[in-house]
């Protein structure tokens, strides 16, 4: 098998650069113009000018942009919500140039691994695409093929995300973004090695195998490498199109989503970071195929037992057990103040989870500004206390949380949270979920 080496070649970074510095720099110019000359920015036309640049480049820089949306203060609400739009469709490659690159990673006889191979991507995201095909024994199969240059394209993208953060760290100073910076650097690297996201497969197959409701494809290592990922083809249909069927159907969906998240965060201590509506399907019975495991995060037991306990601190009004538990998390130096505006957003998380009883996962029928109003307020405290730094960690779980609350208001879901959290974190003890967590990733190769 030959090696596709694209890793982080120096030519490579510079075209990149270049594109999308060409996008952003302008943008950039402009802010740093108003700062000095005191002529203030049109926030709103500024956040939908950089839409607009940051739309036309794909790649990377458009995943940094749409995870940026998605966490709670880590940008000013106009930037937010226009970031937010962005789509993970991206052009396809053609035929002839699908071919080199299954070429590459395959060898001269590729198409001869497979019973059929179809020439037009099914799918096309910021990193890659997918094919579907068949096994010689007649196996539907997914193909999973990144684009050449990622390895140069997300070196050079993170580059720009120091622009833009520094950028808004010049706008507003309450939120120390270094560790946002940090994670997703860490998480996108990740995301480029097929070998890891196949280990991250089987890791979840391991987490999920008592759940029969909840699907993950097998990967096919023969047909495998660093950057082609040749996994079982799972039927199911997109989330989207339930939204008009029957509350109980609605219901059944919204509880077996929980499942595929949160068992593995609450029992084995690792996340699903991507809730995108592209990354599961539902199946004829209702179960959820869940797809896509570039992003997965791997969490210390004594973060998760922080999660818990600032639960159990709200629910119970233990203030103490509050402060621990964020530290726990691991913010430090935060005020008496500090803690009392962070609780105005964990009780926003956490406020289903407190109601033994059915109801929507929140009042506001706009999905797409789930949580909003209450960052928002969040936001203008912390602006007003001074510089909050969140946690590597808190990204991705805090991601994840308005993400799935997000696609739990689009189905309109009637579901007692309580119930169904408490079922999951009952018995919940570090001892037990590092004994878990570590026997789940020796079994796939992956270490603690």
């Known amino acids: 098998m030959n090696e596709f080496r694209d890793d982080n ?182 995301e480029l090695d097929y070998v890891r996201e196949a280990q991250h497969m089987a890791l979840y197959r391991h987490m999920l195998a008592d759940e029969p409701l909840v699907t993950v494809p097998d990967s096919l290592p023969k047909l495998s490498s660093k950057r082609l990922l040749t996994m079982s083809w799972l039927e199911g249909k997109p989330l989207m199109s339930f939204k008009g069927s029957d509350q109980a159907t609605r219901n059944t969906i919204a509880v077996n989503m929980f499942k595929a998240w949160y068992i593995p965060f609450h029992q084995y ?51 103490d057990l509050a402060v621990q538990a964020y530290k726990n998390w691991g913010f430090e130096g935060l005020s008496n103040e500090m803690i009392d505006v962070l609780n105005i957003w964990a009780g926003f998380v956490y406020g289903p989870l407190m109601e033994d009883g059915v109801r929507l996962i929140n009042n506001n029928d706009k999905p797409g500004e789930y949580g909003r109003e209450t960052a928002f307020k969040v936001h203008t405290e912390l602006k007003r206390l001074g510089t909050v730094k969140p946690p590597a960690e808190f990204v991705f779980m805090d991601r994840a949380s308005v993400g799935l609350g997000s696609v739990f208001l689009h189905l309109k879901a009637e579901v007692n949270w309580y119930q169904l959290f408490h079922e999951v974190i009952d018995g919940f003890t570090v001892e037990a979920m590092t004994a878990r967590q570590n026997e789940a990733l020796a079994s796939v190769g992956l270490a603690g």
């Not at 997965?296 to 998760?304: A, G, Q, S, W």
């Open 9 to 190: 070649r120096f030519g490579g970074r510079l075209s990149r650069y270049a594109r999308v510095t060409g996008a952003v720099g302008g943008l950039a110019m402009q802010f740093a113009a108003s700062k000095v000359l005191g002529t203030g920015l049109d926030n709103e036309r500024h956040a939908r000018d950089l839409l607009a640049a940051l739309g036309g480049l794909k790649g990377p820089v458009m995943k940094i942009a749409q995870i940026l949306s998605t966490i709670p203060e880590a940008l000013p609400p106009e930037y937010a919500r226009e970031l937010s739009q962005l789509q993970a469709n991206a052009p396809a490659m053609g035929w002839p140039f699908t071919k080199r690159r299954m070429r590459t990673e395959l060898g001269e006889g590729w198409q001869a691994l497979y019973g059929s191979f179809e020439q037009e991507a099914c799918a096309a995201a910021s990193l890659g695409q997918v094919h579907k095909a068949t096994s010689l024994q007649g196996q539907k199969l997914a193909v999973k093929l990144q684009y050449p240059d990622m390895g140069s394209a997300v070196e050079a993208d993170l580059g720009q995300l120091d622009i833009i953060l520094g950028l808004f760290r010049a706008y507003d100073k309450s939120i120390d973004t270094s560790a946002v910076r940090q994670e997703l650097a860490a998480r996108l690297r990740e």
């Open 269 to 319: 201590g690792i996340i699903h970071g991507d809730p995108h509506l592209g990354n599961y399907t539902v199946r004829d019975d209702l179960g959820i195929n869940l797809l896509d495991f570039g992003c997965v995060r791997i969490f210390p037991p004594k973060f998760v037992a922080g999660v818990i306990d600032l639960y159990r601190a709200l629910r119970d009004g233990d203030r």
